[in-house]
């Protein structure tokens, strides 16, 4: 056995570091987190001093034992978890979990996986930082806090099973207040006036600074350049440059990725992981822009051997951030001169993205140089600009361009063609085109990781979790949609003749974009009317202060949570006690047909319309909002329109075809046969003939579903599922190995197989496989194997007994939004100036 156990968090980076460490090291992986806050209950003792109850992973308990067993054969145990704040926890909690003793345990950190910093970092342990692992336990348990508390809340006062978190609550704000001023924008129109001449036979555009607020303005200077001579008035020639951008930290990688790649925040980070882990780069969870000096030296023979000494520039960045304190290196290659991966072809994309932004950032400026002409003319007041650039240089251009969030037009400039003062221009045409002004764009994951970063909300570590959360829970949509149509008009002057014309296009469209659901808006109001502070930007930048304080080890976290927790904890009583459930419910007005109040509100299973209040009716009628309509937009006609459903569109095989939205949304129903429609399929225009063809399509799909069946046991079968063709036995399925033919199986070559293979099955922390050696007799068990636990269930069924006032509180009548009287506390803490002061002391 050897002498030294080395715990890292991942099979990936452990099979890495093994291969860099002799016989005498021994490579396990903790597969991440082993131990969190239990969670029956807050998980906290209030009462001493917020002390937090831990319990091992149900998923992570062979894992510990494993672990335990390597670790009393060792001698030493090197824990080499990532170096950031998550990181230096696990080691902690391995720490507490195995039992280690302090002087055989030691703490190694290192930003890359590399041979070189491995051994480094073996010669230079040092024991685990509590700072580190305090900023990241407060950060539990305040999120467990607010967590656990708020949800209730919200559970009783908007919609059952809703949840609320400090962090993603602001994040699904500033979706909500992005979306708001969009909707309260209001679009206006001007002329753009862009002049093309022509100089010793070479042609090119000016464009004119002002913009025309009418069509009639627009015209009238038409008219004025018709017939006029034009001349260079002025011309101004200067140097210019352009300098790259520093190398990537966690969110300028994430965006990048995001803006030139099409990669979401999550994919972004889950394949920087795997690049990190394989050695390729350094740590991928960093808001540092800081390149180490091997590294500087690395980019300097790489940038040479390639391009020439003409192209070195070594430049070292500084963090705009005063908080930049996850790592100590930007994201970069952990070997300049390997310019290109093997691997998954994503992989390599971003790999190829971190390689050439980091040897960018180490060449020389691109030099240009800037053209400025004006144009006049005696019969315009107004002059043309013409705008050229050249590159003299190209310097890091070379390489690397930067991406752009900016969505307005952009007119590229182009080489003009050789001209003085005083020259005179032939005037080819004029055009004036109608352009309008748009509101802010809506947020893309990358922007958002921007905005969030900008307000000091969040770290490294957190800005995708945290945009996955708010889209898995339902606040937010990503998704693309279609534009509208829009007129405008075109005035062109040319060969002395001005011609109009009205042109069409789409304004509108949406790909990739957050949107925020009614229930995210409704929520919001709720939170915003009765937890300011908790929803205010400036005071979760300053939460996420403190948290950098603790790790610095300037302020104990049990009293940062504590001034937390008094008054947030009284608010919510108040709140909880005082303030009024909200639907976000409007009357449209009256049903033709009933008389009753045509309503939209939230109900237990989403936004949805209502005809009958329940003051008139025992028995009113739902129907579910579609995707793209929203509480607060939606109007008396589109709500109508609902209630078409279901639609009856004839008859096949003498049985009715009807089409509906359920609860998992639009079908197709024959009847007692259900066929889910395609994503592309309206279920309030879609055809008869397009119904009979979904009935037939899942009819085939059923029917080359099963590949084989077996007399002699009806329960074994040989299906196709989604992934490929499988087993079912009894009820469990076994993956069919590669490159067997699953016509080939007997029912006597299954049983053999499924004996083999492990039994999956499910515990409180997800899935696990048992030992193999599952027969026939044992995969029938299952259920009741699932079923024994359910004998300790009693003590948690206190809880059921808090719940049990949530679905009174869905039965009152539904109300607008209002915040709780104003007794209601702040959540607040002491100034900064008595901190600052005590810290002096």
Same mark, same amino acid.
């Given at each position: 056995?050897?002498?030294?156990?080395?715990i890292?968090?991942s099979?990936?980076? &452990?099979?890495?570091?093994?291969?860099?460490?002799?016989?005498?090291?021994?490579?396990?992986?903790?597969?991440?987190?082993?131990?969190?806050?239990?969670?029956s209950?807050?998980g !906290?003792?209030? =009462?001493?001093n917020?002390?937090?109850?831990?319990?091992?992973?149900a998923?992570?308990?062979?894992?510990?034992?494993?672990?335990i067993?390597?670790?009393?054969?060792?001698?030493?145990?090197?824990?080499?978890?990532?170096?950031?704040r998550?990181?230096?926890?696990i080691?902690?909690h391995?720490?507490?979990?195995?039992?280690?003793?302090e002087?055989?345990t030691?703490?190694?950190?290192?930003?890359?996986?590399?041979?070189?910093? !491995?051994?480094?970092?073996?010669k230079?342990?040092?024991?685990?930082?509590?700072?580190?692992?305090?900023?990241?336990?407060?950060?539990?348990?305040?999120?467990?806090?607010?967590?656990?508390?708020?949800?209730?809340?919200?559970?009783?006062?908007v919609?059952?099973?809703?949840?609320?978190?400090?962090?993603?609550?602001?994040t699904?704000?500033?979706?909500?207040?992005? =979306?708001?001023?969009?909707?309260?924008?209001?679009?206006?129109?001007?002329?753009?006036v862009?002049g093309?001449f022509?100089?010793?036979?070479?042609?090119?555009k000016?464009e004119?600074?002002?913009?025309?607020?009418?069509?009639?303005?627009?015209?009238?200077?038409?008219? &004025?350049?018709?017939?006029?001579?034009?001349?260079?008035?002025?011309?101004?020639?200067?140097?210019?440059?352009?300098?790259?951008?520093?190398?990537?930290?966690?969110s300028?990688?994430q965006?990048?990725?995001?803006r030139?790649l099409?990669?979401?925040?999550a994919q972004? +980070?889950?394949?920087?992981q795997?690049?990190?882990?394989?050695?390729?780069?350094?740590?991928?969870?960093t808001?540092?822009?800081?390149?180490?000096?091997?590294?500087?030296? +690395?980019?300097?023979?790489?940038i /040479?051997?390639?391009?020439?000494?003409?192209?070195?520039?070594?430049?070292?960045?500084k963090?705009?951030?005063?908080?930049?304190?996850?790592?100590?290196?930007?994201?970069?290659?952990?070997?300049?001169?390997?310019?290109?991966?093997?691997?998954?072809?994503?992989?390599?994309?971003?790999?190829?993205?971190?390689?050439?932004?980091?040897?960018a950032?180490? +060449? &020389?400026?691109?030099?240009?140089?800037?053209?400025?002409?004006?144009?006049?003319?005696?019969?315009?007041?107004?002059?043309?600009?013409?705008?050229g650039?050249?590159?003299k240089?190209d310097?890091?251009?070379?390489v690397?361009?930067?991406?752009?969030?900016?969505?307005?037009?952009?007119?590229?400039?182009?080489?003009?063609?050789?001209?003085k003062?005083?020259?005179?221009?032939?005037?080819?045409?004029?055009?004036?085109?109608?352009?309008?002004?748009?509101?802010? %764009?809506?947020?893309?994951e990358?922007?958002?990781v921007?905005?969030?970063?900008?307000?000091?909300?969040?770290?490294?570590?957190?800005?995708?979790?945290?945009?996955?959360?708010?889209?898995?829970?339902?606040?937010?949509?990503?998704?693309?949609?279609?534009?509208?149509?829009?007129?405008?008009?075109?005035?062109?002057?040319?060969?002395?003749?001005?011609?109009?014309?009205?042109?069409?296009?789409?304004t509108?469209?949406?790909?990739?974009?957050?949107?925020?659901?009614?229930?995210?808006?409704?929520?919001?109001?709720?939170?915003?009317?009765n937890f300011?502070?908790?929803?205010?930007?400036?005071?979760?930048?300053?939460?996420?202060?403190?948290?950098?304080?603790? &790790?610095?080890? =300037?302020?104990?976290?049990?009293?940062?949570?504590?001034?937390?927790?008094g008054?947030?904890?009284?608010?919510?009583?108040?709140?909880?006690?005082?303030?009024?459930?909200?639907?976000?419910?409007?009357?449209?007005?009256?049903?033709?047909?009933?008389?009753?109040?045509?309503?939209?509100?939230?109900?237990?299973?989403?936004?949805?319309?209502?005809?009958?209040?329940?003051?008139?009716?025992?028995?009113?009628?739902?129907?579910?909002?579609?995707?793209?309509?929203?509480?607060?937009?939606?109007?008396?006609?589109?709500?109508?329109?609902?209630?078409?459903?279901?639609?009856?569109?004839?008859?096949?095989?003498?049985?009715?075809?009807?089409?509906?939205?359920?609860?998992?949304?639009?079908?197709?129903?024959?009847?007692?046969?259900?066929?889910? +429609?395609?994503?592309?399929?309206d279920?309030?225009?879609?055809?008869?003939?397009?119904?009979?063809?979904?009935?037939?399509?899942?009819?085939?799909?059923?029917?080359?579903?099963?590949?084989m069946?077996?007399?002699?046991?009806?329960?074994v079968?040989?299906?196709?599922?989604?992934?490929? %063709?499988? !087993?079912?036995?009894?009820?469990?399925?076994?993956?069919?190995?590669?490159?067997?033919?699953p016509?080939?199986?007997?029912?006597?070559a !299954?049983?053999?197989?499924?004996?083999? /293979?492990?039994?999956?099955?499910?515990?409180k922390?997800?899935?696990?496989?048992?030992?193999?050696?599952?027969?026939?007799?044992?995969?029938?068990?299952?259920k009741?194997?699932?079923?024994?636990?359910?004998?300790?269930? %009693?003590?948690?069924?206190?809880?059921?007994k808090?719940?049990?006032?949530?679905?009174?509180a869905?039965?009152?009548?539904?109300?607008?939004?209002?915040?709780?009287?104003?007794?209601?506390?702040?959540?607040?803490?002491?100034?900064?100036?008595?901190?600052?002061?005590?810290?002096?002391?």
């Amino acid at each position: 056995m050897s002498k030294n156990l080395v715990i890292v968090e991942s099979p990936a980076k &452990a099979k890495t570091i093994e291969g860099y460490l002799g016989k005498d090291f021994t490579v396990k992986s903790s597969y991440g987190h082993v131990r969190d806050l239990i969670k029956s209950g807050k998980g !906290i003792d209030i =009462e001493n001093n917020f002390e937090p109850a831990y319990e091992i992973s149900a998923d992570k308990e062979q894992v510990i034992s494993d672990l335990i067993k390597h670790a009393k054969k060792a001698d030493t145990v090197w824990l080499a978890t990532d170096e950031d704040r998550e990181g230096e926890a696990i080691s902690w909690h391995l720490f507490e979990t195995l039992n280690l003793k302090e002087a055989d345990t030691k703490r190694i950190v290192f930003h890359e996986i590399t041979k070189k910093a !491995i051994l480094e970092a073996i010669k230079n342990p040092r024991k685990i930082d509590k700072n580190l692992v305090d900023a990241q336990q407060a950060r539990r348990i305040l999120d467990r806090l607010v967590g656990f508390e708020l949800s209730p809340v919200l559970w009783k006062k908007v919609k059952p099973s809703l949840s609320a978190g400090r962090v993603q609550s602001v994040t699904v704000r500033l979706v909500v207040e992005r =979306e708001r001023e969009i909707d309260a924008f209001k679009i206006s129109s001007a002329f753009k006036v862009v002049g093309y001449f022509e100089d010793n036979g070479k042609s090119f555009k000016a464009e004119l600074p002002k913009r025309f607020q009418t069509q009639d303005e627009a015209e009238q200077f038409l008219k &004025a350049c018709n017939g006029a001579d034009f001349r260079v008035e002025n011309l101004e020639v200067k140097p210019g440059k352009r300098t790259p951008s520093a190398p990537f930290t966690t969110s300028t990688l994430q965006q990048e990725a995001s803006r030139k790649l099409g990669f979401s925040v999550a994919q972004t +980070m889950v394949l920087a992981q795997r690049l990190y882990e394989s050695g390729k780069i350094t740590y991928m969870r960093t808001d540092s822009v800081n390149l180490s000096q091997d590294a500087l030296d +690395m980019a300097k023979a790489s940038i /040479t051997t390639m391009f020439g000494a003409q192209y070195v520039e070594i430049r070292q960045y500084k963090n705009k951030s005063a908080n930049a304190q996850e790592a100590h290196e930007a994201i970069r290659p952990t070997e300049f001169s390997r310019n290109e991966v093997e691997g998954e072809a994503r992989e390599q994309k971003l790999y190829d993205l971190i390689w050439k932004r980091t040897i960018a950032s180490q +060449m &020389a400026d691109a030099k240009l140089e800037k053209t400025v002409v004006t144009i006049s003319s005696p019969k315009t007041k107004d002059n043309f600009i013409a705008n050229g650039e050249v590159i003299k240089f190209d310097g890091f251009l070379k390489v690397y361009m930067e991406g752009d969030d900016d969505e307005e037009e952009k007119d590229q400039e182009g080489i003009l063609p050789p001209m003085k003062i005083g020259d005179s221009l032939k005037l080819l045409s004029v055009i004036a085109t109608e352009r309008f002004t748009h509101a802010s %764009p809506r947020y893309t994951e990358a922007s958002l990781v921007k905005k969030l970063e900008e307000l000091g909300i969040g770290r490294p570590s957190t800005y995708a979790p945290t945009i996955s959360t708010v889209q898995k829970r339902g606040y937010v949509l990503k998704e693309e949609r279609q534009g509208k149509e829009r007129a405008y008009q075109v005035l062109t002057l040319k060969d002395s003749k001005i011609s109009k014309e009205t042109q069409t296009e789409i304004t509108g469209a949406e790909k990739n974009k957050l949107f925020p659901t009614d229930i995210g808006m409704l929520v919001t109001d709720f939170l915003v009317a009765n937890f300011k502070d908790i929803l205010d930007y400036n005071f979760t930048a300053f939460v996420e202060k403190e948290f950098d304080d603790i &790790a610095n080890g =300037e302020l104990k976290w049990q009293k940062m949570i504590k001034e937390f927790y008094g008054p947030f904890h009284e608010t919510v009583e108040i709140t909880e006690k005082d303030a009024e459930r909200v639907t976000g419910e409007r009357i449209l007005g009256k049903d033709p047909v009933s008389g009753l109040t045509l309503l939209v509100r939230v109900g237990r299973y989403g936004p949805m319309a209502q005809i009958g209040s329940q003051e008139e009716t025992d028995k009113p009628k739902f129907a579910k909002l579609r995707g793209e309509q929203r509480l607060d937009q939606i109007t008396f006609e589109e709500a109508l329109e609902l209630f078409k459903l279901p639609r009856n569109l004839g008859t096949f095989e003498g049985t009715d075809v009807n089409v509906s939205i359920g609860r998992f949304g639009p079908y197709v129903r024959l009847g007692d046969y259900f066929v889910s +429609m395609k994503k592309e399929d309206d279920p309030y225009t879609v055809t008869y003939e397009r119904a009979v063809e979904l009935i037939h399509e899942k009819r085939k799909a059923q029917a080359e579903k099963i590949i084989m069946t077996f007399d002699e046991d009806p329960t074994v079968q040989i299906l196709n599922g989604r992934w490929g %063709p499988y !087993i079912a036995f009894g009820d469990r399925n076994i993956r069919i190995p590669k490159d067997t033919d699953p016509k080939s199986f007997t029912l006597e070559a !299954i049983r053999e197989l499924a004996e083999k /293979t492990p039994v999956t099955v499910k515990t409180k922390g997800g899935w696990r496989r048992k030992a193999a050696g599952a027969t026939e007799a044992k995969a029938t068990t299952k259920k009741a194997t699932k079923k024994a636990p359910a004998k300790k269930a %009693p003590p948690k069924k206190a809880p059921a007994k808090k719940s049990a006032p949530v679905k009174k509180a869905a039965a009152k009548k539904p109300a607008p939004v209002k915040a709780a009287p104003k007794k209601k506390v702040s959540v607040k803490r002491a100034p900064a100036k008595k901190a600052a002061s005590k810290k002096k002391k």
